[in-house]
């Protein structure tokens, strides 16, 4: 069968074993069994020492198990999971998640279990995902075989972002944190030692999964590394893809190799070879989740002038400085405002408005004075991105600018992005924006760079519609 | 490319380690300029006369990759000192070929092309700001080879010296022809395939209109 339409199978399977299903709920058996009570799939515990698991009857062996199982996920230690899925292999079982670690990256015996199993995938033509896999994700099919707290119940539903993630933990830190302000992840992977299926595999399931529209990848080595990029390059005509590539330094290369037994190449070359095949490069986690957050909710910006709409002096000044540094990044401009619309936000504000670029309102400003100025500011042919300062202490202003920001990134093609602070409200308030359909972040620099992936992805999507 | 390629590699008398005239050779097969010069061996007597002044005079030496360290390169010679710098450089180097080229005139600074070929992706083209220098300014920009112009512009906009090809100083240097270098030498790279494992061409100048390279090193597996 076609690997990519195999994989449907393995992300969405109605019927689950899990070989090494345990009573306790401080074993990974135990914990991978429960997390998967919710997805209202058939689950198939296996387990010789048990009979029953919260009222599931237990199987003590691979041979009792049904026919036409979907998924195997195995969390019994490494000699004993390969042990186990030559058995289930003869069973005619197609997939696997390999939990356990202690493969390749802890030495020559390790290493000879995991030739073992990508062997195994390769003769029998079935997918193995792992070893050392936190496992897999996707909150709208209900399957999570995630072992740790990763902030599961504030992951929004909906989602459109894949995060493939050769590091579990760096993946469920990271998109844990980030869901305390709102994230749409439609998918998590977790590669690990990836003996069989690698990035390439769920880079070309995800760009053609309808319900994506954004991949993101921490990887510590590429694999079949020209391929990888090649077939990224194809799908970022569609979708954007961001990869976070860690092992830069000579030190992170040796820790790498500590980490899943394998060197990474020189990161230069890596930078460069990820722009010239239209791949966003970020370097930590946090940018990891800001850059696929604005991607995955905003389109491209048609140029990179941007707006500054401000209700605190202070926070404009500081966001123009940002705008106008030199970045790696695409370069931002601040644009020059019409006479037009400085009129119609002077009119709707006040006369004393600062109307040059950034648009200053003052804290006297209200509701219907952000609206209107926000009106003009999308309504300016000079304007390509608009970064929005709102605050929520001043008296004027209430909770319905959630709503009326929302209603404007709604009915336009112009990008909004929202810097916001509320004290120790600030995240809570950020998810609401979120939850709304606004992009917001607690800082402008982070705000700020948000733009600069949107202006990069611009720029990246026309030089591949060029040479198309 | 491939006959030409071949009749290269038939040319050599080092087939590991080509020397700086072969590496130059090697260049021009892509259309990359490089000075008149002339290779002498150890006996041959200095016969330069197709050449114009001033000269410079060089080792030529698969051994010696760092040649100014050894007192290997003597510049600035007119038509009245060439011939005692040339006798000066074969008493050093007694039995090492001697190369005596044009010296370029150039305005702007030193670029420097190279491959490497790393572990995982292969071939990667390398512009930088050039010269002796090169490795304490860092400024480079990379991408995997083949490279077209386009991504070789995009190369040279990334580095930190990219100002000067906007008119600096009234410097008028042709970037669209150095980014058409880049991607030559990107090409060749290719061509030239798994055996290539390092190629230098620092420094390179812009000098009468052209981009010329007035140092090559080539290194094979």
């Known amino acids: 069968?076609?690997?990519?339409?195999?994989?449907?199978?393995?992300?969405?399977?109605?019927?689950?074993?899990?070989?090494?299903?345990?009573?306790?709920?401080?074993?990974?058996?135990?914990?991978?069994?429960?997390?998967?009570?919710?997805?209202?799939?058939?689950?198939?515990?296996?387990?010789?020492?048990?009979?029953?698991?919260?009222?599931?009857?237990?199987?003590?062996?691979?041979?009792?198990?049904?026919?036409?199982?979907?998924?195997?996920?195995?969390?019994?230690?490494?000699?004993?999971?390969?042990?186990?899925?030559?058995?289930?292999?003869?069973?005619?079982?197609?997939?696997?998640?390999?939990?356990?670690?202690?493969?390749?990256?802890?030495?020559?015996?390790?290493?000879?279990?995991?030739?073992?199993?990508?062997?195994?995938?390769?003769?029998?033509?079935?997918?193995?995902?792992?070893?050392?896999?936190?496992?897999?994700?996707?909150?709208?099919?209900?399957?999570d075989t995630i072992f740790v707290e990763h902030g599961d119940k504030s992951l929004d539903r909906k989602g459109r972002v894949a995060c493939i993630v050769q590091s579990g933990s760096v993946g469920v830190e990271a998109l844990g944190y980030a869901s305390n302000t709102g994230y749409g992840m439609r998918a998590f992977v977790g590669l690990g030692n990836?003996?069989?299926?690698?990035?390439?595999?769920?880079?070309?399931?995800?760009?053609?999964?309808?319900?994506?529209?954004?991949?993101?990848?921490?990887?510590?080595?590429?694999?079949r590394g020209r391929q990888f990029l090649t077939v990224a390059k194809e799908v970022a005509r569609e979708k954007p893809v961001v990869v976070l590539k860690a092992g830069r330094t000579h030190t992170a290369a040796s820790a790498v190799s500590s980490h899943t037994g394998k060197l990474a190449g020189s990161d230069n070359v890596i930078s460069g070879a990820l722009k010239q095949f239209g791949i966003q490069r970020v370097y930590d986690d946090e940018e990891f989740c800001d850059?696929?957050?604005?991607?995955?909710?905003?389109?491209?910006?048609?140029?990179?002038?941007?707006?500054?709409?401000?209700?605190?002096?202070?926070?404009?000044?500081?966001?123009?400085?940002?705008?106008?540094?030199?970045?790696?990044?695409?370069?931002?401009?601040?644009?020059?405002?019409?006479?037009?619309?400085?009129?119609?936000?002077?009119?709707?504000?006040?006369?004393?408005?600062a109307c040059e670029n950034p648009v200053d309102i003052t804290a006297s400003a209200d509701d219907r004075m952000f609206s209107q100025s926000l009106d003009a500011l999308i309504e300016d042919d000079g304007v390509d991105i608009i970064i929005c300062i709102a605050f929520f202490a001043p008296p004027g202003i209430s909770e319905n600018l959630i709503d009326i920001i929302a209603d404007k990134i709604k009915k336009s093609d112009k990008p909004i992005i929202v810097f916001t602070k509320y004290g120790p409200f600030t995240d809570n308030r950020i998810k609401n924006l979120y939850t709304a359909g606004v992009v917001a972040y607690p800082s402008v620099g982070r705000a700020v760079r948000a733009a600069r992936f949107l202006v990069e992805r611009t720029k990246i999507k026309q030089r591949l519609d060029q040479k198309a | 490319m491939e006959k030409k390629l071949k009749r290269w590699f038939e040319t050599l008398d080092n087939k590991e380690k080509p020397d700086e005239f072969d590496a130059k050779q090697l260049v021009k097969l892509y259309s990359i300029k490089v000075p008149k010069g002339k290779r002498l061996g150890p006996e041959d007597e200095l016969n330069i006369d197709d050449i114009k002044p001033p000269y410079v005079v060089k080792v030529c030496s698969s051994t010696i990759l760092h040649k100014t360290e050894f007192k290997g390169v003597l510049l600035n010679n007119d038509k009245e000192c060439v011939q005692d710098n040339f006798k000066l450089m074969q008493d050093r180097f007694p039995k090492e070929n001697i190369l005596v080229e044009n010296q370029s005139t150039y305005m702007g600074p030193e670029f420097i092309i190279g491959i490497i070929k790393d572990p995982a992706l292969g071939h990667a083209v390398m512009v930088g700001a050039g010269g002796v220098l090169t490795e304490i300014y860092k400024d480079t920009a990379f991408r995997l080879a083949p490279c077209s112009v386009t991504d070789a512009t995009d190369m040279i906009?990334?580095?930190?010296?990219?100002?000067?090809?906007?008119?600096?100083?009234?410097?008028?240097?042709?970037?669209?022809?150095?980014?058409?270098?880049?991607?030559?030498?990107?090409?060749?790279?290719?061509?030239?395939?798994?055996?290539?494992?390092?190629?230098?061409?620092?420094?390179?100048?812009?000098?009468?209109?052209?981009?010329?390279?007035?140092?090559?090193?080539?290194?094979?597996?």
């Open chain 1, 291 to 353: 850059a696929t957050k604005v991607l995955s909710m905003l389109s491209g910006a048609l140029g990179n002038r941007v707006a500054v709409l401000t209700a605190a002096g202070g926070y404009g000044v500081m966001c123009t400085d940002f705008i106008e540094k030199k970045d790696m990044r695409a370069p931002l401009k601040m644009a020059k405002l019409s006479k037009d619309t400085q009129k119609r936000i002077k009119e709707a504000t006040f006369p004393f408005t």
């Open chain 1, 194 to 223: 990836k003996c069989d299926l690698d990035e390439i595999d769920f880079l070309e399931y995800f760009a053609r999964d309808e319900k994506t529209n954004c991949l993101g990848f921490y990887l510590e080595n590429i694999e």
């Open chain 2, 157 to 221: 906009d990334e580095l930190v010296l990219s100002p000067v090809f906007d008119n600096f100083r009234g410097m008028n240097l042709d970037k669209k022809k150095l980014a058409q270098t880049i991607s030559q030498v990107s090409r060749l790279a290719h061509d030239l395939g798994d055996k290539l494992s390092q190629l230098d061409i620092n420094p390179i100048v812009f000098s009468d209109g052209e981009w010329i390279a007035l140092d090559v090193k080539v290194m094979f597996e």
């Open chain 1, 1 to 143: 069968m076609d690997r990519i339409a195999s994989l449907k199978r393995f992300l969405n399977p109605e019927k689950i074993a899990v070989i090494g299903a345990s009573k306790s709920k401080n074993k990974v058996g135990g914990i991978v069994f429960r997390r998967l009570l919710d997805s209202r799939r058939r689950l198939f515990p296996v387990n010789p020492k048990e009979t029953a698991i919260e009222g599931y009857k237990v199987s003590p062996d691979i041979q009792s198990l049904p026919k036409d199982i979907d998924l195997a996920i195995i969390t019994i230690s490494a000699a004993a999971a390969v042990k186990s899925v030559e058995t289930c292999i003869e069973k005619g079982i197609p997939n696997y998640i390999i939990v356990a670690g202690g493969f390749g990256e802890v030495g020559s015996q390790g290493r000879a279990l995991e030739e073992k199993l990508t062997r195994l995938a390769k003769e029998n033509h079935v997918n193995i995902l792992g070893p050392n896999s936190l496992g897999i994700f996707l909150p709208d099919e209900n399957i």
